[in-house]
């Protein structure tokens, strides 16, 4: 499989397989990168059916590990607009993979564009409940998170900017036909804020039963490679 390094207005970002009319662009999770196991799986799969693969690092992720800047969901949402426009000069079709906190920027960034295909690995749908969620687990409240402006823990670093930004843009549009799959034991996002979303925007969900958040494991990641066979074949017209 050709595989071609890119710059894309500073972003690094990576081309999988050959020149097509149909391009993914597939934006990455928290603490991973373009070329996380579940993108190479992509790439491979995609290519096969007859799509190029596009890949970036977010802020402070990947070959941007060492930036300055965080990687709050605003300069996130400008890149993947970025990143968009410059598919667009390369590609006729645009289809989505998003993976983790990349499907919730994704979804941000991308709800008024015209995506032809999504597909949702372990999405986080509802960044605030999230917070929430990791917030009462450490024993932190919103008062407190307010006051330090964040707090570094072993679980993910806290801000206050980036808790205050999600509270007020909740994702309320989706018009892409999209397929979800997310593990049983995904405790990061709850399977009834999926369910939710799956009904409200029409999306197929699949589940694998025993699977959790992080699809790494070699029995997880060979369901989600099967996943995507399915998915891909049945789209492959």
Request: proline share 4%; aromatic share 10%.
């Amino acid at each position: 499989m050709i595989v071609e390094k890119q710059n894309i207005r500073g972003i690094p970002a990576i081309l999988w397989g050959n020149e097509s009319k149909k391009l993914i662009l597939a934006v990455h999770g928290s603490r991973s990168s373009k070329i996380d196991d579940c993108i190479w799986i992509l790439a491979e799969e995609a290519v096969l059916c007859g799509y190029q693969v596009l890949s970036f690092d977010l802020p402070k992720h990947g070959e941007r590990v060492y930036e300055e800047m965080p990687c709050m969901v605003q300069k996130c949402i400008e890149e993947l607009g970025m990143i968009l426009q410059y598919a667009k000069q390369r590609a006729e079709q645009i289809s989505l993979f998003g993976c983790s906190m990349g499907a919730y920027i994704s979804l941000l960034a991308y709800q008024n564009e015209k995506i032809d295909r999504t597909w949702f690995l372990s999405p986080v749908i509802d960044m605030a409940h999230v917070i929430r969620n990791i917030m009462e687990e450490l024993g932190i409240t919103e008062e407190q998170l307010e006051m330090e402006g964040e707090i570094d823990n072993p679980i993910e670093p806290l801000s206050w900017e980036y808790y205050s930004y999600v509270k007020e843009h909740p994702v309320t549009k989706w018009q892409s036909p999209t397929s979800i799959l997310r593990g049983e034991h995904d405790y990061l996002c709850e399977y009834k804020n999926i369910l939710e979303f799956a009904e409200q925007f029409g999306c197929k969900l699949e589940e694998q039963k025993g699977g959790e958040h992080w699809f790494h494991t070699p029995k997880e990641l060979d369901y989600y490679r099967k996943w995507l066979q399915k998915e891909m074949q049945e789209n492959k017209g």
